[in-house]
């Protein structure tokens, strides 16, 4: 494998500071790190995640960044409008996971009613309005044109209006679409395959080679990460590889300058033409 | 040698200015409202000047009047905690105040949050408490319509109750509260506050907001047009205070201030009317219907404002703004037209027009006549009017001793202090 993408996954420091994350992550991106990625189930992270994801966009300038985001109890309009944000701020280069619960798992903690068995579906409703609200702007609807007094092109910015089981939103997103299109969503996987990692856009592989290679068999569209040591004894070739953080020491790569859907090679979700 | 009292001053961070045409002004960094750069350059600015804090504004949702989006307005401001991560890493010791409404949030949600905020400015960051004016946003979240202005009241009172709960929690076990809106068992997984608490802002002048702000805020930013209506506020503001067990001397209260300033008087006039030339009075009509729930289409702009049209009783969402155009335009003999000129002005703050030291003798006068403890500058363009600003006030405030020179503490609370 040549010019693959290399991915850190952070899944050490139980509990850890904001300064440890953000160290991390600087000591990635002058590596040459692609993409920092946090694996919540190892990491344990104790910060609100898009305040954090925030953070670390301020705090780099060419890494790629992943971070989970508990979505059973998030309104689907903030996910949109913040991550668009964090996107355009980013330049591109941001992307989460989807947990279908919250991070840190007392639900009395929060108003909405949601279980086990709810939160599955709500959390792919939730995805889904997102991604429409992503998509309620063309990507040229901004015009700011100082001249005629017109900001944006109103014919090609629409309301949503979107009616399901779970969340009733009009739209449209408050700020521009996102500069990938749709901000890509990632899956950490060990050995099942849930319907929400079936639908990521990226995913990583952590199990052992058995583990790797009968996850590997369920996945179809999906970008795929393995681990650096084991890439080489799969019996298919994965996208990119993926590093721990003892091991960045021994790595060196030249940073790019890219969105991350570029270097990863994931397809920008391009709008069909909808007029008003 | 007692020192001299010394006032606070804010600068406030909402689309391209405060004048709703200022984004089509030239000196307007209009294509940069998703950019890193400006707003650290605004950050960087205010931090220079020394100002206690930076005050993000959140608009939920598109303008739009009727069902129909207005294309001549900017987008939204950026998530404002998004916004307050970037402008913290441009700066080290300027406070940062992030909206974040009550009626749209999750309790827990905002409390943690702010937790992680405070850890990522080191202890600068404020929650600008509101209780959400726009009815559409409404349509975001799954109702039919915005809660009643007595109810946001209420609920913000028990959400905030719960906020601080959950901020200065300790201990194993989680917080119960079982309250009339809102139920929560829970604790952060942060841990304990490492800088104290963050700040709270609140801003709305109405009965409610006024006895919300008394209860829980530590600065005021408010709407007050001319320094009678806000010597009264003022006072009122802080009896209530007391009402409710705080000294008044812990809740600042800062008006908005949108100031006009050149080297000369003509020279800023001018920049006035620039901007004013900049709006189309169509749009301004637009702005006060929205704010009275009324079409006002079918009135004659150059007849006197129709009063019986501009009430604020029939306003959800903005009650004591309405109250203020309303008192200004009876006060002035204002036609329908010079009413939606100055609402573009100022939007019901105090506009200023004059010379750097004008607007000194100004501020000077408000603040030493007991009006306010201080201002919330709202620069008419960005990001050209906050800088005038820094260069050019603030060095006299300084010299005058009425404003410091350098910051001493380094939290919010530390620099409202």
Known sequence: MTNYPVALLANDGQQASLAHYTQLAKDAEAKGIDFFVLNEEQADIIWEPQILLAHLTAQTSTIGLGVPIGVAYAEPYHVARILATIDRFSKGRVSFEAKPYALQDTSAQYLRNVDATTAPALSAELLDVVTKLWDSWDDDAVLNDKENGQFLDTTKIRHIDHVGEHFKVRGPNPAPRPVQGHVPRYAVIKDTVTALDATADIVFLTGNVTQVEEVYKQLTAQKVFVAQDIAEQLSFTADGVFITPAQLANFSAAPKNTSLRERLQLARPELVAVTN | ?417
């Open chain 2, 1 to 417: 040698m007692t020192e001299k009292k010394q006032m606070h001053l804010g600068a406030f961070v909402f689309g391209a200015g405060q004048h709703i045409a200022a984004w089509r002004h030239p000196q307007t960094a209009s294509d940069q409202l998703l950019d890193v750069e400006l707003y650290q350059r605004l950050a960087r600015k205010a931090e220079e000047g020394k100002l206690d804090l930076l005050l993000i504004l959140e608009q939920l949702a598109l303008n739009e009047d009727a069902g129909i989006l207005n294309g001549e307005k900017v987008f939204p401001t950026p998530d404002t905690g998004t916004l307050a991560a970037i402008m913290a890493a441009a700066t080290s010791k300027i406070g940062i105040g992030a909206t974040m409404t009550t009626a749209y949030n999750e309790p827990y949600t905002i409390a943690h949050k702010f937790r992680t905020l405070s850890e990522v400015t080191q202890g600068r960051i404020g929650w600008n408490m509101v209780t959400t004016q726009d009815n559409k946003v409404a349509f975001n979240f799954g109702l039919d319509k915005h809660y009643d202005h007595t109810e946001r009241y209420l609920r913000a009172g028990e959400f905030v109750d719960i906020v601080d709960k959950l901020w200065h929690h300790e201990g194993t076990e989680p917080l119960k509260y079982e309250g009339k809106w809102y139920n929560v068992e829970g604790k952060l997984p942060t841990p304990g506050l490492q800088y104290g608490r963050p700040a709270r802002v609140q801003a709305g002048s109405s009965e409610s907001g006024m006895h919300f702000g008394a209860q829980y805020a530590d600065a005021i930013f408010t709407a007050q047009t001319n320094l009678d209506d806000a010597l009264i506020f003022y006072k009122k503001l802080k009896e209530t205070v007391v009402s409710y067990g705080r000294q008044p001397e812990e809740v600042k209260v800062m008006p908005g201030l949108s100031p006009y300033i050149a080297d000369t008087e003509e020279e800023a006039k001018q920049l006035e009317t620039e901007l004013y030339d900049l709006v189309s009075i169509e749009h301004g009509l637009k702005v006060l219907a929205n704010l009275v729930d009324t079409d006002l289409s079918s009135y004659d702009l150059d007849a006197p404002l129709p009063l019986e049209a501009i009430n604020p009783e029939g306003s959800n969402n903005r009650k004591a703004r309405v109250q203020i155009i309303r008192n200004k335009a009876e006060q002035e003999g204002f036609t329908l037209r010079e009413t939606c000129r100055w609402i573009s002005q100022g939007s019901g703050h105090v506009p200023f027009i004059g010379t750097p030291t004008q607007l000194a003798d100004f501020m000077e006068h408000w603040f030493t006549s007991g009006a306010c403890d201080g201002f919330v500058i709202m620069p008419p363009l960005y990001p050209t009017s906050l800088e005038t600003f820094v260069d050019k006030v603030v060095p006299i405030l300084q010299e005058r001793g009425l404003f410091r020179k350098d910051y001493e503490g380094s939290t919010v609370l530390e620099h409202l202090a």
